[in-house]
């Protein structure tokens, strides 16, 4: 995950790993790279996406790069055959450029889009890969709530600076904006649904995401008042079912550009 401090808990994030991880492989499946020297996975987290770039790219040189040391702490044991960096990524610059370059999850981090994704082209070979996957939640119950409640007088005089950070583009913005640079661009949407059991699931699953810029500026009993109030909003957009089990519609983007 992309932090420009260390406050992302790796544990709460990696609570959903399964679920996580299944639209990164769904990713994975549609690059049509056949053999790689060099690899960067960006905003590469713990590591288990790196890993599995090298299980299928032995002989590829493969780099993970993440703002987060907590997180690159666990990349560096999940996969010691690769080369991790801890950096910025809105504005670091690799040393030479890649075949491919693998980001799961973290765009939708980062401002300004058609900028950002000028950028990383950049940073590709003639014939290399971009593959992107991006929550488009910004919509959804999940989402909405946080900015709500963020903007409401319990919590505004705290959280009412904290970006709503809509910066992913419908897909015809990035169709319109990637077609005169790249070969060829697959873009594609899907909703998944996660299939979530713990107490108060969707609470537990945005804690370790989308939550954490709200969560990481509070303390104490307003802490526990807002994860209340999202808790209860959260219960009220996604009911559990009979069994108690609660399901989660997650829309992601996806798209392999390649040049």
């Not at 790069?65 to 080369?83: F, H, I, N, Q, Y």
Request: proline residues 8%.
């Amino acid at each position: 995950m992309l932090a420009k401090n260390d406050l992302w808990d790796a544990s709460q994030y990696l609570r959903f790993g399964d679920e996580r991880l299944r639209p990164a492989i769904d990713l994975l499946t549609h690059v049509p790279a056949t053999a790689p020297s060099r690899i960067l996975d960006l905003g590469c987290g713990a590591g288990n996406l790196t890993a599995i770039l090298k299980q299928r790219w032995p002989d590829a040189d493969v780099h993970g790069v993440d703002g987060s040391e907590s997180m690159l702490e666990k990349a560096r044991k999940e996969a010691p055959g690769c080369t991790f960096l801890q950096a910025d990524i809105s504005a670091w610059t690799p040393d030479a450029p890649f075949d491919l370059i693998y980001t799961n999850a973290t765009l939708q981090w980062l401002p300004d889009h058609a900028q950002l994704f000028r950028r990383l082209i950049s940073f590709l070979r003639p014939g290399g890969y971009l593959a992107v996957q991006m929550p488009v939640m910004h919509d959804a119950p999940l989402r909405l709530a946080q900015v709500q409640l963020a903007r409401s007088p319990a919590f505004a005089d705290v959280l009412g600076d904290v970006s709503e950070r809509r910066s992913v583009l419908p897909p015809q913005g990035y169709y319109d904006l990637l077609r005169p640079l790249a070969a060829n661009i697959d873009i594609w949407q899907t909703t998944y649904l996660h299939v979530l059991s713990d107490p108060d699931p969707v609470l537990q699953w945005a804690s370790g995401s989308s939550l954490r810029p709200y969560l990481e500026k509070l303390q104490g009993e307003r802490l526990a008042a807002f994860r209340e109030a999202y808790a209860q909003q959260m219960r009220e957009a996604y009911p559990a079912g009979a069994d108690g089990t609660t399901l989660l519609p997650f829309q992601r983007l996806f798209l392999v550009i390649t040049l």
